[in-house]
C-alpha cells in the first residue's frame, strides 16, 4: 500500500504547492495521478536528434520511397517526428503494452505488477504522453488504430475521448484471437477469445475505404453479355399511391402499375436498354439487373467485427525467419493486412511506434505487392531485449530480401533507413545550439523527404529526391555558392541556414523566392522543442 502522506511534516512552500496542484486537477473525467516518467524528464535537460545507422540501410527499389525506422524510446521518437512529420500521418497503428500486471509493462525501468497501486496510473501516464504527441501527427483526413484488450480498453476509450475528441471516435472493433476455448476450463465457465481495436479520426475528412464487393451473390443464368448480375427490387418504399405509373412489358404487353424508385424517363431508358426483369404473370414484381463489373470499383462497408484471425502461423513464420530469436504473441499479419487494406490509401504514410516484431511493415508491404501500392512505413521501437536490432530488422530484411518457405509474402523490393535517437544539451546557448545544427541534416532530410546526396562539404550540404533538394548551410559565408547551385540545378528547393539568432535570410533569396523556402537552424526546430517540452 502506499505511504500516507505525513501533511505535519511539509514545509509552507510544499503545502502551497500541493494546494495549487490539487486546484488545477480535474474535477471531472478520467483523472489519474500523473506518475514522472524518465524519458519525459530527460527532455528537460537533453534534446532528441537522429542519427543514421549506415550499415543498416536497404536500397532494394529504385523508384520506390525510402521508409523509416527509429530505434529508441518511442517518446524521444515522436518529439522528433513532432518536427520532421507534424500534419503527414494518414494512419497510425499502433499496439501498446495492455498492462496485464504479467511483465508486458515497463516503466521507468521497472515491470509493473498486478499490485502495484499505481498501475493503472502508470499506464494511463505513459500512453497519453505519446498519444498527445501522436495526435499532432496526423493529417486532418488521417485516423489511429490502437490494439487494446479488457485490461485498459475502458480507460484508454475515455483518454483517446480526451484527446482526440469524443465527436472523433469511429468505431471499437472486435477481432478474435481464437478460435476455441481449449485447455482446462476456466472456474467460472467462460473464456475469452477476442482483442479490440480502438479507432479514431484527426476531423471528419477520415473515411474508411472499404472492401471490394465479392462476386459470389452475382450469377449469369441468361448468359448475358455484360457479365454476371443479381436482382435488385425497383419498387418505392417511400412514394404514396399518387406517385404510381404504369409501364409495359415490350415481349408480353403485360401492365404492371406501382410507385417506383426511378423516374419514367429512367425507367424507360431501362427498359430499353434490357436492365428490367419482367415476371410471368401479371401478379408478379418487377425487378431490375445490376451488374457487378458496374460495382466492382464501389466497395462496400466494412463491418465492426472482424472475425477469426489465427496468429499460430505468424509465430510460426517468426520462428522459421528469426532462428532461435523469440518473440511472444505477435499480432496476425492478416489482421494488419486487412486493416491497411480498409484504411490506408494506395500512397498513404503509415506510421507504428510500438513496432515490435513489425508486422505492420510486413503487411504494409505485402498490400503494396498485391495492389502496386506506394505506400510509405515509419517505425519507431527501442531496443529492449535487443527487439530492434534481432527480431524487428531482421525481419523487415527477410521480407524484402525474400524467404524460400514464404515466397508468397517475402521478396518485396523496398527502402530503409535505420536511425537512432541521440541527443544533445538543451540549455540555450551557442555551443549547444552549433551542436544541434551538426547533428540536424538526419531531421532535415526526413522532414523533406531528400535522402541522395548530392554535394557535401563543411559549409553546404545538398539532398534531393526526384522532386526536389534540399540545401543545408553551415556558414552564412556559403551563401553564395548555395545560390549558385540552386541556379545550375533549378526547380524547388527547401533551404536551411545556421544562425544563433531567428534571422530568416529571406532577403538573401529575394530573386529566386518563387521556388524556394528558407528556414534558420536550428531555430525552427527549437520551436517545436519549446512547445513540447515546455514546463
Partial sequence: MPKKLQLQDWTK????????????????????????????????????????????????????????????DNYHALS?????????????????PYNTGNKDFIYNDNFVDAEDPYRHSKWLSFIEKRLKLAHSLLKNSGAIFISIDDNEVTQLKLLCDEIFGKRNFVECISWEKKSSAKGVPP??????????ILVYQKSDKFSFLGEPRSEESFSNPDNDPRGPWRNTNIKSTVKDRSHAFLITDPKTGNVFTDTWAF?????????????????????????????????????????????????????EMLKKILGDIVFLNPK???????????????????????AGSGTTVHALLVVNRQ???KRKFILCTNNENNIATDVCYPRIKAVID??????????????????????????????????????????????????????????????????????????????????????????????????????????????????????????AILRVYRRLFKP
Fill in 13 to 72: 512552500e510544499q503545502l502551497v504547492d500541493e494546494v495549487a496542484r490539487l486546484r488545477k486537477r480535474k474535477k471531472y473525467g478520467l483523472v489519474w495521478e500523473d506518475k514522472p516518467e524518465d524519458v519525459v524528464e530527460q527532455c528537460k535537460t537533453e534534446l532528441p536528434v537522429l542519427k543514421e545507422v549506415k550499415n543498416k540501410a536497404i536500397a532494394k527499389d529504385k523508384n520506390g520511397p525510402v521508409n523509416i525506422l527509429i530505434e529508441g
Fill in 80 to 96: 522528433v517526428l513532432n518536427y520532421t512529420h507534424k500534419g503527414k500521418i494518414d494512419v497510425i497503428y499502433i499496439d501498446p
Fill in 187 to 196: 472456474k467460472n465457465m467462460i473464456v475469452n477469445v477476442h482483442e479490440y
Fill in 263 to 315: 423516374s419514367k424517363n429512367e425507367l424507360e431508358r431501362l427498359i430499353k436498354e434490357r436492365y428490367l426483369i419482367f415476371p410471368k404473370n401479371k401478379n408478379g414484381q418487377v425487378r431490375a439487373k445490376e451488374f457487378y463489373n458496374e460495382f466492382k470499383n464501389a466497395n462496400i462497408p466494412i463491418k465492426s467485427s472482424w472475425g477469426l484471425f489465427d496468429n499460430q502461423k505468424n509465430t
Fill in 332 to 354: 496476425p499479419l492478416d489482421l494488419i493486412i486487412y486493416l491497411l487494406k480498409s484504411a490506408a490509401s494506395k500512397d498513404a504514410v503509415v506510421l507504428d511506434f510500438f
Fill in 371 to 373: 495492389d502496386k501500392g
Fill in 402 to 523: 525474400g524467404h524460400k518457405d514464404y515466397r508468397d509474402i517475402t521478396g518485396i523490393p523496398s527502402n530503409l533507413k535505420y536511425f537512432r535517437t541521440a541527443f544533445v544539451g538543451a540549455e540555450p546557448n551557442d555551443k549547444n545550439k552549433e551542436a544541434l545544427t551538426k547533428q540536424a541534416t538526419e531531421m532535415l532530410c526526413m522532414r523533406e523527404d531528400t535522402f541522395e546526396s548530392v554535394k557535401e562539404t563543411g559549409a553546404v550540404k545538398i539532398f534531393k529526391n526526384p522532386k526536389q533538394h534540399t540545401g543545408i548551410v553551415f556558414d552564412e559565408d556559403a551563401i553564395p555558392a548555395l545560390k549558385k547551385e540552386i541556379s545550375k540545378i533549378g526547380g524547388v528547393w527547401s533551404v536551411y541556414i545556421f544562425s544563433l539568432g531567428d534571422d530568416t535570410f529571406e532577403d538573401e533569396f529575394e530573386d529566386m523566392k518563387e521556388k524556394i523556402t528558407v528556414a534558420p537552424i536550428p531555430e
